[in-house]
Nanobody, 115 residues
Framework: QVQLMESGGGLVQAEGSLRLSCAAS????????MGWYRQAPGKQRELVAA???????NYADSVKGRFTISRDNAKNTVYLQMNSLKPEDTAKYYC?????????WGQGTQVTVSS
């Protein structure tokens, strides 16, 4: 079992930056994939970025070049650095952890980008 706690969301102006953190209740060393998803009102939840245990990453096309995902196994934490934010990035951002047999979700943190 893993509990995930997101933090770092808030209100920011367009072109600003935020860093989201996802703290896990136990070691993430053995967790295959950690990811960030987002869901805007009236839209489906979508993958923003993911990072695997060996460090490979993938990003949604809409955030490539602006967002960076990273993981600190020693701190059991995954980060999402978001730069050059746009109003269309406004959403609730969720942390996700996936092993071979289970998936866990955090409660989410709201990111609002004003124009």
């Amino acid at each position: 079992q893993v509990q995930l706690m997101e933090s770092g969301g808030g209100l920011v102006q367009a072109e600003g930056s935020l860093r989201l953190s996802c703290a896990a209740s136990r070691s993430i060393f053995s967790i295959n994939v950690m990811g960030w998803y987002r869901q805007a009102p009236g839209k489906q939840r979508e993958l923003v970025a993911a990072i695997r245990s060996k460090g490979s990453t993938n990003y949604a096309d809409s955030v490539k070049g602006r967002f960076t995902i990273s993981r600190d196994n020693a701190k059991n934490t995954v980060y999402l650095q978001m730069n050059s934010l746009k109003p269309e990035d406004t959403a609730k951002y969720y942390c996700n952890a996936a092993s071979t047999s289970s998936i866990w979700w955090g409660q989410g943190t709201q990111v609002t980008v004003s124009s």
